[in-house]
């Protein structure tokens, strides 16, 4: 594959930046946009340090040092005697850095899908805030019951651009971790996501999906996710019985 090729962000002109960044850091900068892109596809190795450092007219030592820090932020793979690769999402990894539901005794539960539908539908104003989608802009929503140690615990609803995602709709069943999805089949790499977590009462379709009694206590989760470049892809909204379940993270 031939590479275009590159250059690093320029600094403001007419005097010094107004943060200063060391070279290493717009080198980062510089092949993460290139990441983000989509230039080089997840699992597909990138070239050599040698060769990147002459395309941005650096060392190759600055480049080692900015590809350290790619791969200690997960977004590349250093393998020895190999290469580096832009590193992919597998279910299980995509499953276990965003999916926060764990047993009483502390471990990590993977869950399945039930009553999954997909549509093509306008965006809602909670989804157009969400996402920053014009008023008249459409999006897909999945819709499904996530099951877990055999029992319905989540109604999950997420919400993605159409124009970002086209097509989606056309891929279900979808698999149980959709960040690996995106990953594969748009080359969108989620790297965080923000969540608001607060305590509600069962409603009429929680009755249906998760067979609790109405006004029981649901945990919901309010999340939005965002690629390297910061843009927010998807809403997301989990009603889950955590009668048997806990929400756990480790802060550090």
């Known amino acids: 594959m031939s590479t275009p090729a590159a250059s690093l962000p320029e600094l403001p002109a007419g005097g010094e930046p107004l943060r200063f960044r060391p070279l290493y850091g717009q080198v980062y900068e510089s092949l993460l946009k290139r990441i983000a892109g989509g230039e080089w596809r997840a699992g597909e190795a990138l070239p050599s340090e040698q060769a990147l450092a002459a395309q941005l007219g650096v060392?190759?030592?600055?480049?080692?040092?900015?590809?350290?820090?790619?791969?200690?932020?997960?977004?590349i793979d250093r393998r020895q005697g190999k290469g580096t690769f832009v590193a992919e999402l597998t279910q299980e990894q995509a499953l276990f850095r965003f999916f926060r539901l764990t047993r009483a005794d502390g471990e990590r539960a993977v869950p399945s899908s039930a009553d999954e539908t997909l549509k093509l539908r306008p965006a809602r104003a909670v989804e157009q805030r969400a996402l920053g989608l014009a008023p008249d802009e459409?999006?897909?929503?999945?819709?499904?019951?996530?099951?877990?140690?055999?029992?319905?615990?989540?109604?999950?609803?997420?919400?993605?651009?159409?124009?970002?995602?086209?097509?989606?709709?056309?891929?279900?069943?979808?698999?149980?971790?959709?960040?690996?999805?995106?990953?594969?089949e748009y080359r969108i790499n989620i790297a965080?996501?923000?969540?608001?977590?607060?305590?509600?009462?069962?409603?009429?379709?929680?009755?249906?999906?998760?067979?609790?009694?109405?006004?029981?206590?649901?945990?919901?989760?309010?999340?939005?996710?965002?690629?390297?470049?910061?843009?927010?892809?998807?809403?997301?909204?989990?009603?889950?019985?955590?009668?048997?379940?806990?929400?756990?993270?480790?802060?550090?």
Not at 138 to 162: F, H, K, N, S
Not at 206 to 220: I, M, T
């Open 59 to 75: 060392s190759q030592g600055t480049v080692r040092k900015a590809l350290d820090a790619l791969a200690l932020d997960k977004m």
């Open 138 to 184: 459409e999006v897909i929503e999945i819709l499904r019951t996530r099951v877990l140690d055999g029992r319905p615990t989540m109604v999950e609803r997420v919400v993605v651009p159409a124009a970002v995602f086209p097509g989606l709709e056309r891929l279900a069943p979808l698999p149980n971790a959709l960040y690996a999805l995106y990953q594969r």
């Open 192 to 252: 965080a996501v923000d969540e608001r977590l607060r305590a509600d009462a069962a409603r009429r379709e929680d009755v249906r999906r998760l067979g609790v009694v109405l006004g029981a206590p649901l945990l919901q989760i309010e999340r939005v996710a965002r690629t390297v470049e910061g843009r927010v892809v998807e809403w997301r909204l989990s009603r889950c019985d955590t009668t048997h379940l806990s929400y756990a993270v480790t802060l550090s």
